[in-house]
């Protein structure tokens, strides 16, 4: 079984930093792309940032220079560093992951639970 656990999320004002994390544990025999996504009210889910095992990123056009995402392999981990928040990057963060079993089953449909952010004055 595998889990995966984002922490990080609150509130922030316009013009500040959160710092996202998403841990992978459990049955684990590797972890290919890494990909945050986001949801807000009333809108599809959306791509914000995705990291491949070598460490090549892709960041939708909305975040890019506003947003870094990063991996820890040996911790099974990966970030998203927030920065000049904007109230339209309101909305709850997910983390997803490509992910292949100890017993050789591979998929990308591990979600996280997700994570509020909400940026408000």
């Known amino acids: 079984q595998v889990q995966l656990v984002e922490s990080g999320g609150g509130l922030v004002q316009p013009g500040g930093s959160l710092r996202l994390s998403c841990a992978a544990s459990?049955?684990?025999?590797?972890?290919?792309?890494m990909v945050w996504y986001r949801q807000a009210p009333g809108k599809q889910r959306e791509l914000v940032a995705a990291i491949t095992s070598g460490g090549s990123t892709n960041y939708a056009d909305s975040v890019k220079g506003r947003f870094t995402i990063s991996r820890d392999n040996a911790k099974n981990t990966v970030n998203l560093q927030m920065n000049s928040l904007k109230p339209e990057d309101t909305a709850v963060y997910y983390c997803n992951a490509d992910i292949e079993t100890i017993s050789g089953v591979r998929s990308a449909g591990y979600w996280g639970q997700g994570t509020q952010v909400t940026v408000s004055s």
């Open positions: 459990g049955s684990i025999f590797s972890i290919n792309a």
